[in-house]
């Protein structure tokens, strides 16, 4: 079974903190993706990456960066955390052999509250 | 842009009845369409995905089907049971996946 993990299930951070959410796969794909999700809004992505040290902005990605130096892990930092920035944030992995979009693995996410 | 909607955003059924839960989109220039369901505290499953060519796919007591030019799509579940409550997710592929904001189905024993 694919198994994609997040560091942790629940966060809760102050105004200002840097906050690092991290995001592991265990079945050796090439991408991965960080998505927020939102009550009302739905899932909507951040960054993506589709190789080591390759990344892609999404359709948000203002406040946030990434780092993929290994191919199994995806991180997401918070430069400088703000409240507009509480909601859960979820991970996810597809392998290169199928469309990158078509058979995404997603982890269990991350609660984050900014305080 | 594309925007994905589904209507309802909850809805509460007794156990053992039919039911149908709505996606609409609005450019139908879409590669595939993907039915997910998420369950408190789990990400998100993949259930069924049809591709643009295709009109319907069937996974046991699951049937979505998909009309590309009317830019719907619908998920039919069969005899559905306690263990179906979950939040159900479609989201269409474009150039990226684009996701509605899902509907909450709870099914009463």
């Known amino acids: 079974d694919v198994k994609v993990t997040q560091s942790s299930r629940y966060l809760v951070k102050r105004t200002g903190e840097k906050v690092f959410l991290e995001c592991v796969q265990d079945?050796?794909?090439?991408?991965m993706f960080w998505y927020r999700q939102d009550p009302g809004l739905g899932l909507r992505l951040i960054y993506f990456?589709?190789?080591?040290?390759?990344?892609e902005k999404g359709d948000i990605p203002e406040g946030y960066s990434v780092s993929r130096e290994k191919k199994e892990r995806f991180s997401l930092i918070l430069e400088s955390a703000s409240t507009n920035q509480t909601s859960m944030y979820l991970c996810a992995s597809s392998p290169a052999t199928s469309g990158m979009w078509d058979e995404q693995y997603f982890g269990p996410g991350t609660r984050l509250t900014v305080t | 842009k594309q925007e994905v909607t589904q209507i309802p955003a909850a809805l509460s059924v007794p156990e053992g009845e039919n039911l149908v839960l709505n996606c609409s989109f609005t450019d139908s220039a879409i590669y595939n369409l993907q039915w997910f369901r998420q369950d408190p505290g789990k990400g998100l499953t993949s259930l069924l995905l049809?591709?643009?060519?295709?009109r319907e796919q069937t996974s046991g007591r699951l049937n979505a089907s998909l009309d590309k030019s009317s830019g719907r799509s619908t998920l039919y579940i069969a005899a559905s049971q306690p263990g179906d409550s979950a939040t159900y997710l479609c989201a269409v592929t474009t150039n990226k996946l684009i996701f509605g904001t899902g509907t909450l189905l709870a099914v009463q024993p």
């Open positions: 079945m050796d794909h090439e991408n």
């Open positions: 049809i591709q643009s060519s295709q």
């Open positions: 990456s589709y190789d080591v040290k390759m990344k």
